[in-house]
């Protein structure tokens, strides 16, 4: 463990040679990964980003399989672990890096006051559960409302491949509604949030980060990973919508 804060010190104050940096990202991070890499890139000229996104499954999956991955970014601790048991993911290296909010978006003009008003509705989009966080923690929420066994049961769920997918759907208007992240609502052109979902109706929306074996091996990976916790990243991440855990855990009502 001293060895390799020590390795990092170094990281933070040396330039970084000519190197590459595989990324396996939740979908929801896309457009704040872009930015935090342009950000790190500017400083490290030699290194170079390669991300991927998708859904935290898909890409726990991907890496299992022996995709090349330096850093994990998962959009829930679930994944993130399975890889930690598979010995994937090196353990000291696991913490949170930001936190996000449930929503509920759609057309202008259409009232949401609680889960219970999804129940009228003819479709309503939501990440597939079984790989998609955003699915999980919007399956969660709305069978604490009371709401999922009938929507399911009356087909009126559709299933998106990642968050992403499913805003799109909310954005072309080919459902009613859609579960996504606040993050991605903000990016909307023509979906509005139409509802926050209590927090206290699903699972805590944290997304870790680790440091793949692979990745532990890297001076540029080990060197953006700590770029990830400097204020300059901070401050990117809260320019998309993101919260820090520890403002998170500040905040009223947490």
């Known amino acids: 463990m001293l060895l390799f804060v020590l390795q990092s010190l170094v990281m933070t104050v040396l330039p970084v040679q000519a190197a590459e940096v595989h990324l396996s990202v939740a979908a929801s991070m896309t457009e704040a990964i872009r930015e935090l890499d342009a950000a790190f890139t500017a400083e490290q000229p030699g290194v170079t980003m390669l991300p991927n996104f998708g859904s935290s499954g ?18 829930n601790p679930k994944w993130l672990s399975y890889l930690e048991k598979e010995g994937k993911i090196t353990k000291q290296t ?8 449930l929503v509920v978006v759609g057309r202008p ?8 008003d999804l129940a009228a509705m003819t479709r309503v989009a939501i990440g597939s559960p079984g790989s998609v966080p955003a699915g999980q923690y919007a399956e969660q929420a709305m069978r604490a409302a009371g709401v999922y066994e009938r929507l399911a049961a ?15 759907y909310a954005e072309r208007g080919e459902v009613d509604a859609a579960f996504v992240y606040r993050t991605d609502a903000l990016l909307a052109e023509k979906a509005v949030i139409l509802y926050a ?6 699972d805590p929306i944290t997304y870790p980060v680790g440091l793949t074996v692979a990745g532990e091996k890297n001076g540029a990976a080990r ?27 500040a905040a009223p009502g947490r």
């Open 94 to 101: 696991v913490r949170d890096l930001a936190v996000n909010t």
């Open 197 to 202: 979902v209590p927090a206290g109706l699903h």
């Open 223 to 249: 060197a953006f990973y700590d770029f990830l916790a400097s204020p300059a990243a901070v401050s990117i991440l809260e320019k998309y919508g993101f919260d820090t855990p520890a403002a998170a855990a």
């Open 58 to 75: 898909a890409l726990a999956k991907q890496l299992l399989q022996g995709a090349a991955a330096d850093i994990f970014i998962s959009a």
């Open 154 to 168: 009356d087909k009126k769920l559709v299933m998106a491949q990642d968050v992403r997918q499913a805003l799109l």
């Open 109 to 116: 003009g259409v009232v949401v006051n609680s889960l219970a």
